[in-house]
């Protein structure tokens, strides 16, 4: 207002310039039903321009209600802005209960606010407060309708974090029905199979996941050989030998050769009696691909030869003379062949670059077989502190006489 009324006060002027210093002012007469307007060309030009103002004006004053409610709504939706980048923060800082407050009390007000409550679910949802969490995913999905897609994901990965896997597929199927399964939801979809055990879903699902763009192969290599792994697991605690050569028997080529695919199938080789074909299986993977379940699991097979073992373990060692795990497994082969001073200087070296609580177990047992019971005593409290992360201390025990009062 202030801008329109200096440009009319210059405008006065600059007529009332032309006026005085035009020899000429020119002249217009406007007639129009009986009525006779007469009047210089500076002053029509300046009623022309004084009309157009007032109409300016008033345009001004008609819209100047909607422009407050407009100014009103954008403030209220900087606000939001500035409550979801604090709510933000204030989640990534460990701050769950002040971001869900923050995120929520201007969500209605915000341009997207199902971005408000999937952030407010996340926070309830670190909280563990999941009757709120599922109510901030109710709202999302209703200010969402239109674009259910990243709601849906976010149902489905929750629901399968907390293991309700029922939830995630239902949340993942409504996705698929819309037809909007996208690559983040495909790899949700192969977890919710593989949670519920459902191998043969998981494998139908593979051609799907090399197509979809986005997946890396990388990604589905990993899928299929934690399935097979799986699988062979199941077989060995649930099955036979028969169940475990026909899941082997089924695995592709590559599979076979991931370490965790190939040391799930000796352990059952082992379980079922066939040390020595597990123990060619681990020899033949540690030789092509170092694996530190592998070389564990070559030291806990039974039977065969333990020399011949032990021989073929410390030919590694002359190239990983400080490998932890191997040193394990030389001294368990130790044991077994009864070279117990052997053992214990491997168990030690290997406790003194890594300790671990499996290892100081083995060694104390060893300790107290040679008569050393204080020591293996003092190694099981070391292992325990190891596996508790933590030590606990006694207070100080004082001796008192029988009957004597406490002080």
């Not at 100047?64 to 403030?75: F, G, M, S, V």
Request: a positive charge.
């Amino acid at each position: 207002m202030i801008r329109l009324g200096l440009l009319a006060a210059a405008l006065v002027a600059g007529a009332m310039l032309a006026g005085a210093l035009l020899t000429d002012n020119g002249y217009v007469a406007i007639s129009f039903r009986g009525y006779l307007v007469e009047m210089s060309v500076p002053t029509f030009v300046l009623c022309v321009l004084l009309t157009l103002l007032a109409l300016e004006a008033l345009q001004r004053v008609v819209r100047w209600p909607a422009r407050q409610r407009a100014a009103r709504l954008e403030r209220r939706r900087a606000r939001a802005r500035e409550d979801l980048h604090r709510g933000l923060l204030e989640m990534s800082a460990g701050r769950w209960a002040e971001s869900e407050l923050t995120l929520t009390r201007s969500a209605r007000d915000a341009e997207l606010p199902a971005v408000h409550y999937l952030a407010a679910a996340r926070a309830a949802d670190l909280l563990g407060v999941m009757p709120r969490r599922d109510a901030w995913l109710g709202l999302a999905r209703e200010a969402a309708a239109d674009e259910p897609g990243p709601v849906l994901v976010t149902v489905a990965e929750m629901n399968l974090k907390s293991g309700h896997t029922d939830a995630a597929l239902e949340a993942l199927a409504a996705l698929e029905q819309l037809g909007d399964l996208n690559p983040r939801a495909l790899l949700l979809l192969a977890r919710v199979y593989r949670q519920r055990g459902d191998f043969d879903r998981l494998r139908q699902l593979e051609p799907r996941l090399r197509s979809t763009r986005g997946v890396t192969p990388a990604a589905v290599d990993e899928i299929m050989d934690t399935l097979y792994a799986d699988m062979l697991r199941v077989a060995t605690d649930k099955g036979g030998p028969a169940a475990l050569a026909a899941v082997w028997d089924e695995a592709t080529r590559a599979a076979r050769r991931r370490p965790s695919v190939v040391v799930a199938y000796a352990r059952g080789l082992a379980r079922f009696g066939d040390p020595e074909r597990a123990a060619t299986l681990l020899r033949e993977l540690l030789e092509a691909d170092w694996n530190e379940a592998a070389v564990l699991l070559y030291g806990e097979l039974a039977g065969g030869d333990p020399l011949e073992r032990l021989r073929t373990a410390e030919g590694w060692l002359r190239t990983r003379r400080e490998d932890p795990a191997l040193l394990v497994t030389c001294a368990r082969l130790c044991l077994t062949a009864e070279l117990y001073g052997k053992a214990r200087s491997y168990l030690e070296l290997s406790q003194a670059l890594r300790p671990r609580a499996e290892t100081a177990q083995l060694l104390a047992g060893l300790l107290e077989r040679l008569g050393e019971g204080e020591r293996a005593l003092t190694l099981l409290k070391d292992g325990l502190a190891l596996a508790t992360g933590r030590r606990l201390d006694l207070p100080p025990l004082r001796q008192r006489r029988f009957g004597a009062p406490r002080r």
